[in-house]
Nanobody, 123 residues
Framework: VQLQASGGGLVQPGGSLTLSCAAS????????MGWYRQAPGKPRELVAT???????NYADQTKGRFTISRDHAKNTVSLEMNSVQAEDTATYYC??????????????????WGQGTLVTVSS
């Protein structure tokens, strides 16, 4: 299973950017998906998550500015970032809990991370 993130880049303060992430491979079902970010010298932190039932959760710093969405058919998760600020500069990582086939009829869940995509907010 692989998670491929895309969409990072340079954006001006107050601007918008959309990140996307696609899961591929031996997948029975993709469960929770989300985005985390890590700024230089800081620990990785939650940005937003979305369940299979489309229940969303946002960090206080991104609530009202960012919107997370997903497409079950394509196994993708997106993050629409609006009114970005310098503090949003970070490497963004997508995340997914993937149900996979085990032995026989069994299945198991495993966490996967994308490779990270850099977002730089600067004028």
């Amino acid at each position: 299973v692989q998670l491929q993130a895309s969409g990072g880049g340079l954006v001006q303060p107050g601007g918008s950017l959309t990140l996307s992430c696609a899961a591929s491979g031996d997948i029975v079902r993709v469960k929770d998906m989300g985005w985390y970010r890590q700024a230089p010298g800081k620990p990785r932190e939650l940005v937003a998550t979305i369940t299979r039932a489309y229940i969303t959760n946002y960090a206080d710093q991104t609530k009202g500015r960012f919107t997370i969405s997903r497409d079950h058919a394509k196994n993708t998760v997106s993050l629409e970032m609006n009114s970005v600020q310098a503090e949003d500069t970070a490497t963004y990582y997508c995340y997914a809990v993937v149900e996979r086939r085990g032995k026989g009829w069994s299945t198991f869940d495993r966490d996967y991370w994308g490779q990270g995509t850099l977002v730089t907010v600067s004028s």
